[in-house]
């Protein structure tokens, strides 16, 4: 990836499906794209796709500039 020094770099982004009761991860994906814009729906449709069915909530948890934000949804 370009960094911010316009000097390429070996940059990846690591995204975790993670059962929050019982602890395990449900799925995992890793990507060199600069932004997680676009990485959210692979990771549920990956979900699904392991366990059978669509969890019944998603607490996203991000962390941009050392500030973590979150959002939740409810399916």
């Known amino acids: 990836m ?3 020094k316009s000097q390429w770099e070996f940059d990846y982004n690591l ?3 993670v059962d929050d ?3 395990i991860m ?9 932004t997680d814009f676009n ?4 990771q ?8 059978g ?3 019944k909530k998603i607490l996203k948890f991000q962390l941009i500039m050392g500030i973590l934000q ?3 949804w409810n399916i």
């Open 44 to 51: 549920i449709i990956q979900i699904e796709e392991n366990i």
């Open 15 to 17: 995204q975790i499906g």
């Open 21 to 23: 009761f019982k602890g």
């Open 70 to 72: 979150t959002k939740i």
């Open 26 to 34: 449900l799925s995992i994906g890793i990507s060199n794209n600069p």
């Open 53 to 55: 069915e669509l969890p």
């Open 39 to 42: 990485e959210l729906i692979p």
């Open 2 to 4: 370009l960094n911010k």
